[in-house]
């Protein structure tokens, strides 16, 4: 099969919609158009059938049950509605928050809004490897504290939190535990009670879904969880998230769960090969270049890594036949190293040149071997411009 350009190399910004998801969602946009809120007939009905079809299988990738389950936009919805809504609801509890400095914007912008509401944030630092230990959110614990919220999967360097321990950690506390696990559902097996999380946010285009659409786990029993909602209304989602319901959008999250179920053992060791080749070959014929973030402890599909008296973006323009990312994220502004590469310790000028491959489900060793080959090549012609280079 010929090689077809270009090749996307970034599945932890997006990735592509399944033909089998495509399929299920299909006739939810034109014959099966109703909405689900509405209870007189069959259109209503056919639409409420299919929501909670949906709900039962997102619950059964969790291992969860279909009552807690709430639909949401996404996961930057879910995050706000899990942080906030703890915060609202449990005020007179505790006032105080523990998360961690790498997490996603979605959760690090509620919590500064909610400090200036007069709430305290305990940021945790990571270490080198980007981890942080049971213990850092054990010592971080006042009287006050009412919630823990840390990432599964960071969405940058790809470290995997140990999410369970410190679940257990939360338990013992009775804090609740919230985890954004946006990156790690539907790729590593997840089981909310063997993880003691509370709750869990997760979107449908992280794993081959359509996006727009998301999910946020709610404990029911064993703490039961109640949430001040972020959006009111017609009451939808049991009050916690008004709004009528993103039908098609659910359908394709719900199949897109159920598909990720079925293969999530054979499609990890599949991306977990490919991105070992990718990683053996690059560091095999490039020199000077730093892997960020924890060796093993990553996901299977993430490598970050950084290249040596090379600017990132200099790098993106030179291989702009490979999506990828670059670790400089640009406002209008300026552009700014990224804050999760800082928070490890990363000297500026290589985090200016880190790049973030994300491979999946679509990937090939064809396209694998070629990215090598373009990325040695790319290294080497901008290093022999590099005044630095010469010096180094």
Known sequence: MALKLPIYMDYHATTPCDPRVFEAMSPYFTEKFGNASSRSHQFGWDAEEAVETARKQVADLLCASSKEIVFTSGATESDNLAVKGIAEKYYERGDHIITVVTEHKAVLDPCKRLEKQGFKVTYLPVGSDGLISPDDVKNAFTDKTILVSVMMVNNEIGVIQPIEEIGRVCKEREVFFHTDATQGVGKLPFDVNKMNVDLVSLTAHKMYGPKGVGALYVRRKDPRVALAPMID???????????TLNVTGIVGLGKAAEVARADIESEHERIFALREKLRRGIMDRVADVYING???????GNLNVSFAHVEGESLLMGINDIAV?????????????????KALGVSEELAYSSIRFGLGRFNTEEEVAYTIDRFTETVARLRELSPIWETA
Request: with cysteine.
């Open 233 to 243: 209304g017609g009451g939808q989602e049991r009050g916690m998230r008004s709004g």
């Open 294 to 300: 924890h060796e093993t402890k990553r996901a299977a």
């Open 325 to 341: 990312s670059s670790g400089a994220a640009c406002s209008s502004a300026s552009i700014e190293p990224s804050y999760v590469l």
